[in-house]
């Protein structure tokens, strides 16, 4: 068998392999792809930081807040932040220091927003004639640039001569004001001087 008598016996089942071919390859392009892992979905953190301490100033350079924390971990997918036993002050000329603490705390992903888990504390230095001021709730919402926290779980307050239980609180720091929103029950305690 000659050379040319082969390439005409194969000349029929080339246009077969031809649309072989074509329909392998428009398969290939129908078939939906396999899913490939969107690493946006999955809540993994992106930033870890051990014992952080952060301060922010004011306009005038003086530390305005000050957090520190055991544990900082940042999220890629929302942009959160979570913390863990994260504690602030804020330091306001010619006014007594605040300090919160909490076992837990989620840092919105503006940072406008921290809200505070599990043993809440806050405590207002000591400032003449005012005795140190010390609350406590399960949960607490601060707005850090308004100077302004809240929250709608039942709170304890208890300073030199008084005790407070309520449910709900809103303080600004600024105004130096704590507005209870309900159910205060109160015990005042004179003491002799």
Same mark, same amino acid.
């Given at each position: 068998?000659?050379?040319? *008598?082969? %390439? *005409?016996?194969?000349?029929?089942?080339?246009?077969?392999?031809? /649309?072989?071919?074509? #329909?392998? #390859?428009?398969?290939?392009? =129908?078939?939906?792809?396999? $899913?490939?892992?969107?690493?946006?979905? %999955?809540?993994?953190? $992106?930033?870890?930081?051990?014992?952080?301490?952060?301060?922010?100033?004011?306009? #005038?350079?003086?530390?305005?807040? /000050?957090?520190?924390?055991?544990?900082?971990?940042?999220?890629?997918?929302?942009?959160? =932040?979570?913390?863990?036993?994260?504690?602030?002050?804020?330091?306001?000329?010619?006014?007594?220091? @605040?300090?919160?603490?909490?076992?837990?705390?989620?840092? *919105?992903?503006?940072?406008?927003?921290?809200?505070?888990?599990?043993?809440?504390?806050?405590?207002?230095?000591? #400032?003449?004639?005012?005795?140190?001021?010390?609350?406590? =709730?399960?949960?607490?919402?601060?707005?850090?640039?308004?100077?302004?926290?809240?929250?709608?779980?039942?709170?304890?307050?208890?300073?030199?001569?008084? =005790?407070?239980?309520?449910?709900? @609180?809103?303080?600004?720091?600024?105004?130096?004001? /704590?507005?209870?929103? *309900?159910? @205060?029950?109160?015990?005042?305690?004179?003491?002799?001087?």
């Amino acid at each position: 068998m000659t050379l040319a *008598s082969r %390439l *005409s016996s194969w000349l029929p089942v080339l246009p077969l392999l031809g /649309i072989l071919a074509m #329909s392998y #390859s428009l398969d290939r392009q =129908t078939q939906p792809e396999a $899913d490939k892992p969107d690493n946006r979905k %999955l809540h993994t953190p $992106d930033a870890i930081v051990d014992n952080l301490t952060a301060t922010t100033l004011d306009q #005038s350079g003086m530390p305005h807040f /000050i957090l520190q924390t055991k544990q900082l971990v940042h999220y890629t997918d929302d942009d959160s =932040t979570t913390l863990s036993a994260p504690d602030i002050t804020a330091l306001t000329p010619l006014q007594p220091s @605040v300090r919160i603490t909490a076992l837990r705390g989620n840092v *919105s992903s503006k940072g406008d927003l921290l809200e505070l888990q599990d043993e809440v504390k806050i405590v207002r230095a000591a #400032s003449p004639p005012l005795s140190e001021l010390v609350i406590t =709730t399960a949960y607490l919402k601060v707005f850090p640039d308004k100077e302004l926290s809240q929250t709608d779980q039942a709170v304890l307050l208890k300073d030199a001569n008084n =005790t407070v239980n309520a449910v709900g @609180v809103d303080m600004e720091n600024r105004a130096q004001t /704590i507005k209870l929103l *309900s159910q @205060v029950k109160a015990l005042h305690v004179v003491t002799k001087n």
